[in-house]
C-alpha cells in the first residue's frame, strides 16, 4: 500500500513552475512529471513524502491559507490581493526573488494622466487587482470606478472599457505593442514562499528542512 505524502506543495503552471524547478532541484528535489506533458494535476516528485498540486496562480493562497497544501510559491500581487480579504492568514517567510515583475498603472498613449488625476477626474481603471488598485488610488486621492477583468487587461483603454489599467509589466513589451505606457508604478513585485500556519507547528520536522533548503537556493537580490 502506498503512503499518503506527508508533504504538500502548490504551484501554478508557466513561470513559476518553470523558475521554482531549479530551487527544487538545489533542494535535492525533481518534479518528475511536467505540467505541460501531464493533465495530472497531482504530480509526484522525486521524493516520496512530497507532491506537487498544479493550481491557478490566484489559487495557491487558498490553497495554502485552507490546509490543501502546506506550502506554496505566489506572487506579492497575487498576495496582496488575497490578503486584503484574508487578512492574517498565510505565512510568508521567504521572498525567493523569482518571477520578478512590478504592479504599474498604464494608459493609451497620448492620454494625460498627470493632468486628468490634477483636474480632479473620475478614472475608469480595469484591473484583476481590484484591492490593490483600490488602495493605491485611495492613496493618491483619486477617485475611480474599478473594473474587474480577469486577464488581457491591455485591450481595455483601447476599446474604450477604462481610462487606465493596473497589470503586470515586466519588459514593457505587452503595453508597447498595444500603444499603452506605464505612467506609475504601483509595486515591486517577485514570488514568496507562503506556508500554512498549524504545518508549521504539526509538520515541522519534515517541513523546516526544506524552507531552509530553498532559502539557501534563492537568488540574490539585484
Ligand atoms: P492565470 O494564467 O491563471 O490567469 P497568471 O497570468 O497570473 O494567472 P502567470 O502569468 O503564471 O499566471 O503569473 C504568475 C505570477 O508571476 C504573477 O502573479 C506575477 O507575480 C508573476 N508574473 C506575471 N507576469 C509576469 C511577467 N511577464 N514577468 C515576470 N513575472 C510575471
Ligand atoms: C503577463 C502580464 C502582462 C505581461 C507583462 O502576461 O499579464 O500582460 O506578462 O509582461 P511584459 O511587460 O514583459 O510584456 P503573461 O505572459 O503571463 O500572459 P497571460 O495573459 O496569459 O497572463
Ligand atoms: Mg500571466
Redesign the pocket.
Known sequence: MTQNPQLTMAL??????EETLPLLEQAGIVVTEHPDQSRKLILPTSRDDLRILIV????VPTYVQYGAADFGI?????LYEYSKEHPGGLYQPIDLNI???RLAVAVREGFDYEAAVRQGARLRVAT?YVNVAREHFARKGVYVDIIKL??SMELAPLVGLADAIVD????GG?LRANGLVAVEDVMP???RLIVNQAALKTRAAVLQPILDAFEHATPSQG
Do not use: H, M, P
Request: glycine share 10%.
Open positions: 501554478s503552471k508557466g513561470r513559476i513552475f491557478r496562480a490566484s489559487d505566489a506572487g506579492k500581487d497575487v518571477a520578478r515583475c484583476k480577469y486577464g503586470v509589466v515586466s519588459t505587452t513585485v517577485s514570488s
